[in-house]
């Protein structure tokens, strides 16, 4: 069998000695829950088998069961030759609560649904065969655990698809020295030419940073140090901005005593000035698309890492130049490409599912969106932070403010390059961008809605249209941006089944001329700094992509691409 997905799964902090364990491993369905009682973790067969990184309600995964479940577990048998190099095991990501066993022993757990995380197994492991257990716990219909768009029906409905439980990003084991670098940020300065780097270390050593463009040597620097935390400053003899469109990425070499990793950077900045949005200091207006990060035969992971570069490319081809990564964190090897193209994106926290009305929401909110910012931090094409998504009430309660603000406080106090918008559409408690969704279907009448923003400095959006949430959502100034709208329905299947936004064109002429008239009625205003058109495709039963779940284009793209590449008004003024 092909091992799948065999490329490594975080190029921007890759080591030489590393071994990919996706592939068949033996598969337990736990409806009970009862597994710990029953120590699964000493079982000595699972009664099937699964396909990792695939999750077991995917096709991919050789299982396709998309009913709830709530308990998973997972067995391997890996070889191990022992030296002096510590033995890590990664996986990418794991719905939701995880606990690893090596040889029947427990390792430890993590908790999170999305972001990546590793045990040290040096200790519970021995030359040759050992057995690598992994059980995960998923509790979707909790309220206690983010689930981003995950259904908590048993089928799909609406713009709620099937779900992923269990393992769904690649697994690997990692060979580090014992003298090491934990963890790199890098502050690129494209002003001064220069690269700041602050590494976590482990154990005494120099610090070593080599920086290659195009394959020549464009500046190296190094330190002493004798503590955990390593800082250095990289001159770099050439500048190659990072811009839309143009990655120019610089290829970077770590080293700390035995230990070498390798890496790359962007060089760029972005920033606030009024209502404009900066991109290394130069006014840009954000073309993006919504991206909600499904796949026909994989769910949450696409099959091959082609399918991830194809969706870059076909919202490029759309002409997009950036997406929200919808209610999902994307995996980093999606992220790279996305780097490597210049496609910029919104790094987005799958936030619905947590009840955000509780104070106790916090600290499960915080500590996974923490690993988010921590792991993601380094790339160039993200440009902004959103930690939450609509923030509707919640069986009758409002959402506590204060996990809001609290959250938007953190994230701007572990990241201070990026904005940070609090909850994409509402209810905003403290943000650095005003966003909002509107899902006008009237041109016409989506054109007059925005003018109040010019004529009466006024955000007269769907919430603000509600008598009853209009005092919720006050536009105080600040940079404007429309994250949500379109959502046309439009199903090539031509049975009138799906879901999308209002009522769908009778005539593809009808869609292209809606989409004009809306698309424009953005453009055309000179206080919006961007628009977020939903959605770049189809998902599931959801029909207002601009292509199919297939990734079919539904229209001819160049007239798209004609339409969102119109100069916008703000691009215009000083």
């Known amino acids: 069998m092909r091992l799948p997905r065999p490329e490594h799964p975080n190029p921007q902090f890759q080591r030489s000695r590393w071994e990919n364990l996706n592939g068949v491993w033996e598969f337990e369905i736990d409806r009970s829950a009862s597994g710990e009682d029953r120590r699964l973790y000493q079982a000595k067969k699972y009664s099937r088998t699964i396909t990792v990184?695939?999750?077991?309600?995917?096709?991919?995964?050789?299982?396709?069961?998309?009913?709830?479940?709530?308990?998973?577990?997972?067995?391997?048998?890996?070889?191990?030759?022992?030296?002096?190099?510590?033995?890590?095991?990664?996986?990418?990501?794991?719905?939701?609560?995880?606990?690893?066993?090596?040889?029947?022993?427990?390792?430890?757990?993590?908790?999170?649904?999305?972001?990546?995380?590793?045990f040290d197994i040096t200790d519970y492991v021995h030359d040759g065969d050992n057995t690598v257990v992994i059980h995960a716990l998923d509790q979707d219909r909790s309220g206690l655990q983010p689930r981003g768009k995950q259904s908590v029906k048993c089928q799909s409905y609406g713009c709620y698809y099937t779900r992923t439980t269990g393992i769904w990003q690649t697994v690997w084991l990692e060979y580090v020295p014992q003298t090491h670098i934990e963890r790199v940020r890098y502050y690129p300065d494209p002003v001064n030419g220069l690269l700041n780097i602050q590494a976590l270390v482990k154990g005494n050593g120099r610090l070593t940073a080599k920086a290659c463009y195009n394959g020549r040597e464009v500046g190296s620097a190094s330190v002493e140090n004798n503590g955990e935390n390593a800082v250095l400053s990289l001159v770099?003899?050439?500048?190659?901005?990072?811009?839309?469109?143009?990655?120019?990425?610089?290829?970077?070499?770590?080293?700390?005593?035995?230990?070498?990793?390798?890496?790359?950077?962007?060089?760029?900045?972005?920033?606030?000035?009024?209502?404009?949005?900066?991109?290394?200091?130069?006014?840009?207006?954000?073309?993006?698309?919504?991206?909600?990060?499904?796949?026909?035969?994989?769910?949450?992971?696409?099959?091959?890492?082609?399918?991830?570069?194809?969706?870059?490319?076909?919202?490029?081809?759309?002409?997009?130049?950036?997406a929200r990564l919808h209610q999902k964190v994307f995996e980093p090897r999606f992220l790279y490409h996305c780097d490597r193209m210049g496609y910029f994106v919104w790094g987005e926290f799958a936030s619905w599912g947590l009840d955000h009305t509780e104070l106790h929401a916090l600290p499960t909110m915080l500590r996974e969106w923490m690993e988010v910012l921590d792991r993601d931090f380094n790339h160039p094409a993200i440009i902004g932070w959103c930690p939450f998504n609509e923030t509707w009430d919640l069986n009758g309660k409002k959402q506590n403010d204060e996990v809001i603000e609290m959250t938007y406080r953190y994230t701007k106090a572990a990241d201070s390059t990026r904005p940070c918008i609090d909850t994409s559409g509402h209810f905003h408690v403290m943000t650095d961008i005003f966003d909002f969704h509107d899902y006008c279907q009237n041109p016409e009448l989506f054109e007059e809605y925005l003018k109040k923003l010019e004529e009466e400095n006024t955000v007269f959006c769907q919430i603000a249209r509600r008598p009853t949430l209009r005092s919720r959502q006050t536009y105080r100034g600040g940079p404007v941006y429309v994250s949500e709208y379109g959502g046309i329905k439009w199903n090539t299947e031509k049975d009138q089944k799906g879901w999308g936004y209002g009522d769908g064109p009778e005539t593809e002429e009808e869609y292209l001329s809606r989409y004009r008239a809306l698309t424009e009625a953005i453009l055309k205003n000179h206080k919006i700094m961007?628009?977020?058109?939903?959605?770049?495709?189809?998902?599931?039963?959801?029909?207002?992509?601009?292509?199919?779940?297939?990734?079919?284009?539904?229209?001819?793209?160049?007239?798209?691409?004609?339409?969102?590449?119109?100069?916008?008004?703000?691009?215009?003024?000083?």
């Open 53 to 118: 990184p695939f999750c077991p309600e995917s096709r991919l995964s050789g299982v396709g069961m998309t009913d709830f479940l709530n308990s998973v577990w997972y067995r391997r048998t890996i070889s191990v030759k022992k030296d002096d190099n510590r033995i890590i095991l990664h996986i990418g990501a794991c719905d939701y609560l995880t606990t690893c066993y090596i040889n029947a022993v427990k390792v430890g757990s993590h908790k999170g649904g999305y972001t990546s995380f590793s």
């Open 236 to 322: 770099l003899r050439e500048k190659h901005l990072w811009e839309i469109g143009h990655g120019r990425l610089y290829d970077l070499v770590l080293t700390y005593g035995e230990d070498t990793v390798q890496s790359y950077f962007g060089l760029r900045n972005v920033a606030l000035d009024g209502s404009r949005f900066l991109l290394n200091g130069k006014k840009v207006f954000l073309r993006t698309v919504l991206d909600q990060g499904y796949y026909p035969e994989g769910v949450y992971t696409a099959p091959e890492e082609k399918d991830m570069i194809r969706d870059i490319q076909i919202a490029l081809d759309a002409g997009f130049e950036g």
């Open 530 to 574: 961007g628009f977020c058109f939903t959605q770049l495709y189809d998902v599931e039963q959801e029909k207002n992509g601009l292509y199919t779940y297939s990734r079919a284009p539904k229209f001819d793209m160049s007239v798209i691409r004609e339409i969102n590449s119109r100069t916008a008004a703000i691009e215009k003024t000083e």
